[in-house]
Each structure stands twice: as C-alpha cells, then as structure tokens.
C-alpha cells in the first residue's frame, strides 16, 4: 500500500516562505509523477506543481509560476515544494499526490491523474 506523508506546513506572514515535503513509500515503481494540490476553504482542489521522475518535466499553476519550485529527491522517493514570497491567498491545505508511471503532460493538472493522495499540510499566511 502506498503511502504519502506530507510535512512543513505552518503558520507564516506575508512575504515568508515555507518548504513542503512529502515522503512517498510502499510501492515499487519504474518511475512516477508527484504532485502538489491545494484546497482552500470553500473553494475546489486546484493544481499548484507536478513534476515527472523521468525526465524531471515540471508544471506550475500560474498564480505560483517564479515563486513555487517543485522538486525531488530520488534516493529519498521525496517530492518537495519551495514556497517563497507567501501570499495570503495561498492559505490553504496541500496535498501531495502521486501516480504510478508518467502522467502525459497535458494531464499533469488534473487531480484525477494522480492514485494516490496524502492528508494534506496546512499552511497559512496572515499577518
């Protein structure tokens, strides 16, 4: 059974950065794509990064793009998010996701591309 353990979220001010990780263990896979989703309250679970083990291809939503790096570490089967220049509006709870294989790119962004799901981590930002 696969697992995902997110961790590094908290509470920070704008302007701020966080850094996310989640750990993915209990499966065997030639490669994967991992990704990082967010949900705010009352509003639906948005796409935020993905990146692809094999060839390492990223994807970012907009509202992210220069300030958000997703990446990985092999050894560790660990994806991380670098959250930098916090915004209020990204308050919200993150949930990494994973998917056995390579996600083609055009779905890199759709939560229904992704088997496997964390807890989620929230983080706030507020002054």
């Known amino acids: 059974q696969v697992q995902l353990v997110e961790s590094g979220g908290g509470f920070v001010q704008p302007g701020d950065s966080l850094r996310l990780s989640c750990a993915a263990s209990?499966?065997?896979?030639?490669?994967?794509?991992m990704a990082w989703f967010r949900q705010a309250p009352g509003k639906e679970r948005e796409f935020v990064a993905a990146l692809r083990w094999s060839g390492g291809n990223t994807a970012y939503a907009d509202s992210v793009k220069g300030r958000f790096t997703i990446s990985k570490d092999n050894a560790q089967n660990t994806v991380y998010l670098q959250m930098n220049s916090l915004k209020p509006e990204d308050t919200a709870v993150y949930y990494c996701a994973l998917r056995g294989g390579r996600v083609i790119l055009s779905a890199l962004r759709s939560p229904s591309s992704y088997e496997y799901w964390g807890q989620g981590t929230q983080v706030t930002v507020s002054s």
């Open positions: 209990g499966g065997t896979f030639s490669t994967l794509t």
